[in-house]
Antibody, heavy 117, light 110 residues
Framework: EVQLVESGGGLVQPGGSLRLSCVGSDFNLNNYWVTWVRQVPGMGLQWVANINQDGSKKYYVDSVRGRFTVSRDNTRNSVFLQMNSLSADDTALYYC??????????WGQGTLVTVSS | QSVVTQPPSASGTPGQRVSFSCSGSSPNIGKNPVSWYQQLPGTAPQLLIYNNDQRPSGVPDRFSGSKSGTSASLAISGLQSEDEADYYCLVWDNSLDFCVFGPGTKVTVL
């Protein structure tokens, strides 16, 4: 089945770090820009970061710039989101999406990040 | 607070047409294409409209998008109960140098 699968979420203490992964299953993620989007349960969507096909272009929302790093490993058909200095405000369900604004758009089911002591 | 705004809610009876806006400004909607997403309860968002008015294959033609100046709109004609969902617009902002989602519009079928 063609899908994106996120992993790496969990419970982390304030100030801690997590690394999220997004892997393409039966899907060549390498051909697409990949975006990370987060959503606090019951709230709206927030665009977080994206990365182009060869990893040379990366963009971040202001609230995560300097703390989060998006990267990719095209040999593993994977995109990552390294999240450092986490705070309660980062608690959310994190989605990855390929080609977010193109007809080939595909979304994963999300991985939950909870920042709490 | 988002740089683009949407009404928090919209509603209609089955078969009716409902539409709602995504309002922005020159650096975002004024300069860049808008896409729209449907999020059904408990599921991931799905692309409904890209490049202001284009539908991906598989999206019913009941859904249509438009853009004029610094505002975009999504219309749903022949409203169905399965259209009850949250709808979000997304656009790049040239001043912020990142993408922004609208706050979302919850559509209720009465």
């Amino acid at each position: 089945e063609v899908q994106l699968v996120e992993s790496g979420g969990g419970l982390v203490q304030p100030g801690g770090s997590l690394r999220l992964s997004c892997v393409g299953s039966d899907f060549n993620l390498n051909n697409y820009w990949v975006t990370w989007v987060r959503q606090v349960p019951g709230m709206g969507l927030q665009w977080v970061a994206n990365i182009n096909q060869d990893g040379s272009k990366k963009y971040y929302v202001d609230s995560v710039r300097g703390r989060f790093t998006v990267s990719r490993d095209n040999t593993r058909n994977s995109v990552f989101l390294q999240m450092n200095s986490l705070s309660a405000d980062d608690t959310a369900l994190y989605y990855c999406s390929s080609a977010i604004a193109a007809p080939e758009s595909l979304w994963g089911q999300g991985t939950l990040v909870t920042v709490s002591s | 607070q988002s740089v683009v705004t949407q009404p928090p809610s919209a509603s209609g009876t089955p078969g009716q047409r409902v539409s709602f806006s995504c309002s922005g400004s020159s650096p975002n909607i004024g300069k860049n294409p808008v896409s729209w997403y449907q999020q059904l309860p408990g599921t991931a968002p799905q692309l409904l409209i890209y490049n202001n008015d284009q539908r991906p294959s598989g999206v019913p033609d009941r859904f249509s998008g438009s853009k004029s100046g610094t505002s975009a709109s999504l219309a749903i004609s022949g409203l169905q109960s399965e259209d009850e969902a949250d709808y979000y617009c997304l656009v790049w902002d040239n001043s912020l140098d990142f993408c922004v989602f609208g706050p979302g519009t919850k559509v209720t079928v009465l």
